[in-house]
């Protein structure tokens, strides 16, 4: 919040050509495998036990990397100086239902999962609204399923 009132300010006041985005859960190849995803799928490739935090309700709007970079490029090309866009992937799902998405896929069990306790003050859920990136013509290309297949993928080559 603070560097987009710093951006703001500066366009306000010295005339900064200025666009701001703001995105949901990115996620893709070559993600730190410290991030949610790579972390479900490097556990579930050595049969580990995949940490879901309190009940796994916690939900989160998923956006494949690609479609941020083309999300961020359409702004670059049609947004309006001085403005700000949201950019989403679409795809509000509870962690514990993109944990299953991602063994499924897989082929892993459901037995991997381990309920660990919460984080103090953990959000329940994070919320976009991407209807001003909308009106540009933005759509996701990928599917939350395309998209984990071909994350998968990378890290199954990456190793």
Same mark, same amino acid.
């Given at each position: =919040? +603070? ?14 050509? =200025?666009?701001?985005? &703001?995105?949901?859960? &990115? ?15 490097? $556990? +579930?490739?050595? @049969? ?8 796994? *309700?916690?939900?989160? @709007? ?11 490029? *359409?702004? *670059?090309? $049609? ?15 509870? &962690? ?8 499924? +896929? ?20 994070? +919320? ?7 009106? *540009? ?12 297949? $071909? ?9």
């Amino acid at each position: =919040a +603070a560097s987009d009132h710093f951006v703001r300010a500066f366009h306000k006041t010295y005339d900064v050509p =200025a666009i701001i985005t &703001n995105c949901s859960n &990115n996620y893709g190849p070559g993600q730190n495998t410290e991030k949610f995803m790579p972390t479900i799928i490097k $556990k +579930a490739a050595k @049969d580990q036990k995949i940490p879901v935090y309190g009940d796994g *309700l916690n939900v989160r @709007d998923w956006l494949f990397v690609k479609d941020h970079c083309y999300g961020i490029n *359409l702004v *670059l090309e $049609k947004g309006k100086i001085g403005e700000k866009y949201n950019i989403g992937g679409g795809t509000e799902v509870p &962690n514990i239902e993109l944990v299953k998405m991602i063994l499924k +896929a897989m082929n892993k069990p459901e037995s991997l999962i381990e309920y660990v306790t919460d984080r103090p003050g953990h959000d329940r859920r994070y +919320a976009i609204n991407c209807d001003k990136i909308s009106a *540009l013509g933005y759509k996701p290309k990928f599917t939350l399923e395309e998209g984990i297949q $071909k994350t998968i993928e990378w890290y199954g080559e990456n190793k």
